[in-house]
């Protein structure tokens, strides 16, 4: 048995997971060039192994694209983030179930820990793993296996072209200089693409194994820390440690750009509120209270003739977690900024300066009313507790405030367009209904 060392993280990372979630729900989309779009089906966010072959590129804009993939019969679909979110829960609770300590690093990927002593053949176990996902969740995987996070992510890049799903990069792979120098320097975790070409072209380094041997002092100096700790994980040195716990966050932004754009401060507030709501229902699932509040709105950044751009920012003399305080700030923010006649693209909202309440908050001894603080905002916490509970459960904000929507029966001009969405793929597909036989009719 290999040092554990050698192995001790785990990388699981679901392949073209937005497509894979969609052919799980639509099976006849197995085989066909599948392509799944941003907000507002903007950019192409993911794409099966069918549609890469034919050349779509990953944040590719659809415009550009789109006659490609009408011509290969591509299946075009609007992202459904509440469907793939219920499926990464299960993914990651079914690989819970193979180590004692997991990091959940994104929607679609998570390290686990792999320094297991009984465990004697760690890529017959993950093939294991593999499996058991397939069988549970019907999501294919790669599973990266090495002795750092960033050694670990190119290994899961190799696992993609595996014919098993599963490689480890062990010692004799990372200190073979010729055998690391085959990764480009953008595959590694934690170089981009603008410091990529800047190390080849103002320092002629051109690969990874480059990159591993340079100076630690002159990639200080001349990048950042964060490029020495690169450096040292490729060396298999790791800097990174697993971690169950995230910290808190330093601030919660919700944003988005309309479908249409708007005009009235109607529409304008019914979209700024549904904001405010997923906002303060992400703080409070951080168990945070925010004291800032930021709204900006603006209209078409490429119309700069009549561009508009207004911001503001409410400070709380306490900090707030309930949905009427934020509500409240967002309306007082928007009357000022908002400008009429101007036609809206897009909006957000900005919850910062936290406090963490999870083992209580800071009372006070009177509210506004009179009444004691604590029982009055106890109640009111109690019922958005409940209220996020449920949101949750449907996927979606179905518990608010009663002025800050439109009626059903009207689509809100800034929800973002869905002209491909799974029920609209599928009517497309469907073929007409046969007429019956013409029958002739007597008076």
Same mark, same amino acid.
């Given at each position: 048995?290999?040092?554990?060392?050698?192995?001790?993280?785990?990388?699981?990372?679901?392949?073209?997971?937005?497509?894979?979630?969609?052919?799980?729900?639509?099976?006849?989309?197995?085989?066909?060039?599948?392509?799944?779009?941003?907000?507002?089906?903007?950019?192409?966010?993911?794409?099966?192994?069918?549609?890469?072959?034919?050349?779509?590129?990953?944040?590719?804009?659809?415009?550009?694209?789109?006659?490609?993939?009408?011509?290969?019969?591509?299946?075009?679909?609007?992202?459904?983030?509440?469907?793939?979110?219920?499926?990464?829960?299960?993914?990651?609770?079914? /690989?819970?179930?193979?180590?004692?300590?997991?990091?959940?690093?994104?929607?679609?990927?998570?390290?686990?820990?792999?320094?297991?002593?009984?465990?004697?053949?760690?890529?017959?176990?993950?093939?294991?793993?593999?499996?058991?996902?397939?069988?549970?969740?019907?999501?294919?995987?790669?599973?990266?296996?090495?002795?750092?996070?960033?050694?670990?992510?190119?290994?899961?890049?190799?696992?993609?072209?595996?014919?098993?799903?599963?490689?480890?990069?062990?010692?004799?792979?990372?200190?073979?200089?010729?055998?690391?120098?085959?990764?480009?320097? %953008?595959?590694?975790?934690?170089?981009?693409?603008?410091?990529?070409?800047?190390?080849?072209?103002?320092?002629?380094?051109?690969?990874?194994?480059?990159?591993?041997?340079?100076?630690?002092?002159?990639?200080?100096?001349?990048?950042?820390?964060?490029?020495?700790?690169?450096?040292?994980?490729?060396?298999?040195?790791?800097?990174?440690?697993?971690?169950?716990?995230?910290?808190?966050?330093?601030?919660?932004?919700?944003?988005?750009?309309?479908?249409?754009?708007?005009?009235?401060? %109607?529409?304008? /507030?019914?979209?700024?509120?549904?904001?405010?709501?997923?906002?303060?229902?992400?703080?409070?699932?951080?168990?945070?209270?925010?004291?800032?509040?930021?709204?900006?709105?603006?209209?078409?950044?490429?119309?700069?003739?009549?561009?508009?751009?207004?911001?503001?920012?409410?400070?709380?003399?306490?900090?707030?977690?309930?949905?009427?305080?934020? /509500?409240?700030?967002?309306?007082?923010?928007?009357?000022?900024?908002?400008?009429?006649?101007?036609?809206?693209?897009?909006?957000?909202?900005?919850?910062?300066?936290?406090?963490?309440?999870?083992?209580?908050?800071?009372?006070?001894?009177?509210?506004?009313?009179?009444?004691?603080?604590?029982?009055?905002?106890?109640?009111?916490?109690?019922?958005?507790?409940?209220?996020?509970?449920?949101?949750? %459960?449907?996927?979606?904000?179905?518990?608010?405030?009663?002025?800050?929507?439109?009626?059903?029966?009207?689509?809100?001009?800034?929800?973002?367009?869905?002209?491909?969405?799974?029920?609209?793929?599928?009517?497309?597909?469907? !073929? !007409?209904? !046969?007429?019956? !036989?013409?029958?002739?009719?007597?008076?």
């Amino acid at each position: 048995m290999k040092n554990l060392l050698e192995r001790s993280i785990g990388l699981c990372d679901c392949n073209n997971f937005f497509v894979s979630c969609e052919r799980r729900e639509n099976p006849s989309l197995l085989s066909r060039p599948v392509v799944v779009l941003s907000g507002n089906d903007g950019c192409v966010v993911s794409r099966s192994n069918e549609a890469k072959a034919l050349g779509v590129g990953m944040g590719e804009p659809y415009f550009k694209v789109r006659g490609l993939l009408e011509r290969a019969g591509a299946a075009v679909l609007s992202g459904r983030l509440s469907l793939y979110n219920k499926i990464s829960s299960e993914v990651m609770g079914r /690989l819970s179930r193979f180590s004692d300590l997991m990091e959940v690093y994104s929607i679609d990927e998570a390290f686990f820990n792999l320094a297991i002593a009984s465990v004697e053949d760690p890529a017959a176990y993950c093939r294991e793993i593999r499996e058991d996902i397939w069988r549970s969740c019907g999501i294919p995987v790669s599973i990266g296996i090495s002795s750092t996070k960033t050694l670990a992510k190119l290994a899961s890049h190799c696992a993609k072209m595996s014919a098993d799903g599963v490689f480890w990069i062990d010692s004799s792979c990372a200190g073979d200089a010729e055998w690391m120098a085959a990764f480009p320097l %953008e595959e590694v975790w934690g170089i981009g693409r603008r410091m990529a070409a800047r190390l080849r072209s103002s320092y002629r380094i051109k690969n990874t194994a480059d990159f591993m041997m340079a100076d630690d002092l002159w990639l200080k100096k001349n990048f950042s820390v964060n490029a020495l700790y690169t450096a040292w994980e490729l060396r298999g040195y790791s800097v990174y440690p697993l971690s169950e716990k995230h910290g808190a966050p330093s601030s919660i932004q919700v944003s988005r750009s309309f479908g249409d754009a708007v005009s009235s401060y %109607e529409e304008l /507030l019914d979209a700024v509120s549904y904001f405010t709501l997923c906002a303060a229902r992400q703080l409070r699932g951080a168990r945070q209270a925010a004291s800032r509040m930021g709204l900006y709105i603006r209209t078409n950044p490429f119309r700069r003739e009549n561009f508009y751009f207004g911001e503001d920012e409410y400070i709380f003399s306490v900090p707030k977690s309930l949905d009427a305080d934020f /509500l409240y700030a967002a309306r007082s923010m928007l009357q000022k900024i908002f400008r009429e006649g101007a036609l809206y693209k897009k909006a957000g909202v900005r919850l910062s300066g936290f406090s963490d309440v999870s083992f209580g908050r800071q009372r006070l001894l009177f509210d506004e009313d009179g009444e004691p603080e604590g029982e009055r905002n106890g109640r009111l916490r109690a019922a958005a507790a409940v209220a996020d509970a449920l949101n949750l %459960e449907f996927g979606k904000v179905v518990i608010a405030s009663a002025d800050n929507f439109a009626a059903p029966e009207r689509t809100p001009r800034w929800y973002p367009q869905r002209a491909h969405s799974a029920a609209a793929e599928e009517a497309r597909r469907r !073929p !007409p209904l !046969p007429l019956g !036989p013409k029958r002739r009719v007597s008076f």
